[in-house]
């Protein structure tokens, strides 16, 4: 059940519940759609579709599990404290006093009122404490909103910013600035959108950012409630400002893809993936679209189907999509890794890697496109690593791995992962304790980054270290491995 809370997706929550020892045996789908109040079909769309986001029935649902308090992401009517997002045990390393409210720190999630519904977007909760939208007002005796809540509804549903979902959902604003971007929604025939849009490319950023230091887990609350807020406020605006929202959309969407995509929960990311691109169609964003096939080639990887890795790699190069120079760079990368996983020779894989170079050395220093930003000299290194692996080459992904870890410039959640690409190298090598010992300190990094990607790649090297299994350090892997 925790694991299914974690996830963010309550149709696995409602699995896991159905599905418990507990009940002797699985209960049917009719009998718990019976109870919820739902046909035996909705059910199963929950449980097998995209995440559900209607805070009311989800506060609903919560409720009749029963499910306590401090292990939702969303708060639940009548808990007595504010869950941020997401709800998480305190790590050991973690100083903060008990005493201290979680309020005061980070993303807190907004019960807000659009249209009649209640929908939860986040914002951030020091902004929250000094802008006013916490002072109190009166509540109604018949009212089932809790102080709390009431405290921070009512002042935006004062001034009837229905349509201020958006932002609510903008962490770091003080409430003038909530008030002036939320009249400008309201009348989209005197608003051109472009303000609010700078606003949702800057929180997006800001998650970007967060996500190498902090893991998908933590980050990606924040990025569906953006991505909730801009679809929302997608549907009233004029055409032109509708496109230029849905491409900001089209970027939050693939982000939200590459979440799910590390916490391998591959059903989720084909759906955030597919929603990149139909968002990027309608905003006719071509280099986006160009892009999304790029990650999908990715998560081709991740299934090692070496065919559509290949495919779709050379369908995001097409000239139709007008990459910038760095994403065409990672897509030629990924089109040499393609070619490796499919038995090319090595001389067109090193081909494909020479011209990838080329690409990414001619890029402007101070290149203002944002697409492939990431993609750096040393992320070029690790990717031509993994590729040389493909092509049964590990001695010198080896060297390439190590090159680009000692620079020290990627993210912590990159280390752990590439050092684990780097483990499985080292084992293919036939050094065994030199693995193990890499394993390990990739485990403990992807423990605490609760990267499931990384975890399954030492999976795999754990599997290549099976003839080694009575080896003290192939031991003590194994057994760091369990317990991450």
Same mark, same amino acid.
């Given at each position: 059940?925790?694991? $299914?809370?974690?996830?963010?997706?309550?149709?696995?929550?409602?699995?896991?519940?159905?599905?418990?020892?507990?009940?002797?045996?699985?209960?049917?789908?009719?009998?718990?759609?019976?109870?919820?109040?739902?046909?035996?079909?909705?059910?199963?769309?929950?449980?097998?579709?995209?995440?559900?986001?209607?805070?009311?029935?989800?506060?609903?649902?919560?409720?009749?599990?029963?499910?306590?308090?401090?292990?939702?992401?969303?708060?639940?009517?009548?808990?007595?404290?504010?869950?941020?997002?997401?709800?998480?045990?305190?790590?050991?390393?973690?100083?903060?006093?008990?005493?201290?409210?979680?309020?005061?720190?980070?993303?807190?999630?907004?019960?807000?009122?659009?249209?009649?519904?209640?929908?939860?977007?986040?914002?951030?909760?020091?902004?929250?404490?000094?802008?006013?939208?916490?002072?109190?007002?009166?509540?109604?005796?018949?009212?089932?909103?809790?102080?709390?809540?009431?405290?921070?509804? *009512?002042?935006?549903?004062?001034?009837?910013?229905?349509?201020?979902?958006?932002?609510?959902?903008?962490?770091?604003?003080?409430?003038?600035?909530?008030?002036?971007?939320?009249?400008?929604?309201?009348?989209?025939?005197?608003?051109?959108?472009?303000?609010?849009?700078?606003?949702?490319?800057?929180?997006?950023?800001?998650?970007?950012?967060?996500?190498?230091?902090?893991?998908?887990?933590?980050?990606?609350?924040?990025?569906?409630?953006?991505?909730?807020?801009?679809?929302?406020?997608?549907?009233?605006?004029?055409?032109?400002?509708?496109?230029?929202?849905?491409?900001?959309?089209?970027?939050?969407?693939?982000?939200?893809?590459?979440?799910?995509?590390?916490?391998?929960?591959?059903?989720?990311?084909?759906?955030?993936?597919?929603?990149?691109?139909?968002?990027?169609?309608?905003?006719?964003?071509?280099?986006?679209?160009?892009?999304?096939?790029?990650?999908?080639?990715?998560?081709?990887?991740?299934?090692?189907?070496?065919?559509?890795?290949?495919?779709?790699?050379?369908?995001?190069?097409?000239?139709?999509?007008?990459?910038?120079?760095?994403?065409?760079?990672?897509?030629?990368?990924?089109?040499?890794?393609?070619?490796?996983?499919?038995?090319?020779?090595?001389?067109?894989?090193?081909?494909?890697?020479?011209?990838?170079?080329?690409?990414?050395?001619?890029?402007?220093?101070?290149?203002?496109?944002?697409?492939? $930003?990431?993609?750096?000299?040393?992320?070029?290194?690790?990717?031509?690593?993994?590729?040389?692996?493909?092509?049964?080459?590990?001695?010198?992904?080896?060297?390439?791995?190590?090159?680009?870890?000692?620079?020290?410039?990627?993210?912590?959640?990159?280390?752990?992962?590439?050092?684990?690409?780097?483990?499985?190298?080292?084992?293919?090598?036939?050094?065994?304790?030199?693995?193990?010992?890499?394993?390990?300190?990739?485990?403990?990094?992807?423990?605490?980054?609760? *990267?499931?990607?990384?975890?399954?790649?030492?999976?795999?090297?754990?599997?290549?270290?099976?003839?080694? *299994?009575?080896?003290?350090?192939?031991?003590?892997?194994?057994?760091?491995?369990?317990?991450?």
């Amino acid at each position: 059940m925790r694991e $299914a809370l974690e996830s963010w997706h309550f149709g696995q929550v409602l699995y896991a519940y159905r599905t418990h020892p507990h009940h002797g045996r699985a209960l049917s789908q009719g009998a718990v759609a019976n109870w919820l109040g739902l046909t035996q079909a909705q059910l199963s769309r929950i449980e097998n579709g995209s995440a559900p986001q209607d805070l009311s029935k989800l506060m609903q649902w919560a409720h009749s599990l029963k499910i306590p308090a401090d292990l939702l992401w969303f708060k639940l009517r009548g808990s007595e404290s504010q869950v941020t997002a997401p709800a998480k045990p305190r790590d050991e390393s973690d100083h903060q006093k008990p005493e201290q409210s979680s309020q005061t720190q980070g993303s807190t999630l907004l019960p807000v009122v659009v249209a009649g519904q209640t929908v939860l977007v986040p914002i951030d909760a020091s902004a929250l404490a000094t802008s006013g939208l916490g002072r109190r007002t009166a509540i109604p005796a018949d009212s089932d909103v809790t102080s709390t809540e009431h405290e921070a509804m *009512s002042p935006l549903h004062r001034r009837t910013l229905l349509s201020g979902i958006a932002a609510a959902a903008l962490p770091g604003l003080g409430l003038e600035e909530l008030q002036r971007v939320a009249s400008a929604l309201e009348d989209s025939r005197r608003y051109q959108g472009g303000p609010v849009i700078d606003y949702f490319r800057t929180q997006l950023d800001h998650a970007k950012r967060d996500d190498g230091a902090r893991g998908p887990k933590k980050t990606l609350p924040v990025v569906l409630g953006l991505l909730g807020a801009i679809e929302q406020h997608a549907r009233n605006v004029k055409p032109k400002a509708r496109r230029e929202l849905l491409s900001v959309g089209a970027d939050g969407a693939e982000f939200a893809g590459w979440l799910y995509r590390d916490i391998r929960q591959p059903g989720q990311a084909g759906f955030w993936y597919d929603r990149a691109m139909e968002w990027a169609q309608e905003a006719d964003d071509a280099a986006m679209q160009g892009y999304v096939l790029l990650k999908k080639s990715q998560v081709a990887y991740d299934d090692r189907d070496a065919l559509r890795v290949l495919t779709l790699a050379q369908a995001a190069r097409h000239e139709r999509w007008q990459l910038p120079a760095r994403a065409q760079a990672e897509v030629t990368q990924q089109e040499a890794l393609g070619l490796a996983m499919t038995g090319e020779p090595l001389d067109a894989v090193k081909g494909k890697l020479d011209e990838a170079h080329s690409l990414l050395t001619n890029v402007p220093g101070d290149d203002p496109n944002p697409l492939g $930003a990431y993609f750096t000299e040393d992320t070029l290194l690790v990717r031509n690593a993994v590729t040389y692996t493909e092509a049964g080459k590990p001695s010198m992904a080896v060297e390439l791995f190590g090159e680009a870890i000692s620079a020290g410039t990627l993210s912590r959640r990159d280390t752990g992962f590439f050092t684990a690409r780097r483990a499985a190298a080292v084992a293919l090598c036939g050094e065994p304790d030199e693995a193990a010992q890499l394993g390990r300190a990739s485990a403990e990094v992807a423990h605490v980054m609760k *990267s499931e990607r990384t975890l399954r790649v030492l999976s795999e090297v754990l599997h290549t270290l099976d003839r080694w *299994s009575g080896r003290p350090a192939v031991r003590d892997f194994r057994e760091a491995l369990r317990a991450s």
